[in-house]
T-cell receptor, first 114, second 113 residues
Framework: DTEVTQTPKHLVMGMTNKKSLKCEQHMGHRAMYWYKQKAKKPPELMFV???????INESVPSRFSPECPNSSLLNLHLHALQPEDSALYLCASSQGGGVRQPQHFGDGTRLSIL | GESVGLHLPTLSVQEGDNSIINCAYSNSASDYFIWYKQESGKGPQFIID?????DKRQGQRVTVLLNKTVKHLSLQIAATQPGDSAVYFC????????????FGQGTILTVHP
């Protein structure tokens, strides 16, 4: 079991739906991340939150909207997604503050867009 | 540009053999390197890390070697077991890009009983 919990594990949605992915950690980490991973490819960074503020947006389309309500929670709001957005969405957390410590990943949400 | 890559996309070994997975990186500002293991249906799992002020670091059955001169990283797994079968990713970060983890393409390790 990982210390980063992601829900739901699987999500199927239509292109006109609105849904949210959720991520939670209780390790006291102050940096949280969203990654997108396509089959047989490495994870690709989407967003970084540091101390609950968005610090990096890797030019992600606006149909993906991140939110960090508090230091333990990270959401990814989805709206009007395209079939090519089907992927594994991974959340990670790390100590933050520039400390050289590893990012810890959840097991992801497998997203399918119909 | 910045990139982290692997020399071999697949590695097949017999149980009990030692495995070596290689990784090249190009960002000279990178100062922190991580190896992850990803099993099917799971997220990447942290294995071992190394900072740029070190050349070698050992864990339980794993050793990471860093050669900054040629920008090369390797993961050695001793006495490889079937449970080690997975995709292995190297990742790097550092400098002004710290927090932005860049992954290599991954190596599929298959361990035969």
């Amino acid at each position: 079991d990982t210390e980063v919990t992601q829900t739901p594990k699987h999500l199927v949605m239509g292109m006109t739906n609105k849904k949210s992915l959720k991520c939670e950690q209780h390790m006291g980490h102050r940096a949280m991340y969203w990654y997108k991973q396509k089959a047989k490819k490495p994870p690709e960074l989407m967003f970084v939150y540091s101390y609950e503020k968005l610090s990096i947006n890797e030019s992600v389309p606006s149909r993906f909207s991140p939110e960090c309500p508090n230091s333990s929670l990270l959401n990814l709001h989805l709206h009007a997604l395209q079939p090519e957005d089907s992927a594994l969405y991974l959340c990670a957390s790390s100590q933050g503050g520039g400390v050289r410590q590893p990012q810890h990943f959840g097991d992801g949400t497998r997203l399918s867009i119909l | 540009g910045e990139s982290v890559g692997l020399h071999l996309p697949t590695l097949s070994v017999q149980e009990g053999d030692n495995s070596i997975i290689n990784c090249a990186y190009s960002n000279s500002a990178s100062d922190y390197f991580i190896w992850y293991k990803q099993e099917s249906g799971k997220g990447p799992q942290f294995i071992i890390d190394i900072r740029s002020n070190m050349d070698k670091r050992q864990g339980q059955r794993v050793t990471v070697l860093l050669n900054k001169t040629v920008k090369h990283l390797s993961l050695q797994i001793a006495a490889t077991q079937p449970g080690d079968s997975a995709v292995y990713f190297c990742a790097e970060t550092g400098g002004t890009s710290y927090g932005k983890l860049t992954f290599g393409q991954g190596t599929i390790l298959t361990v035969h009983p």
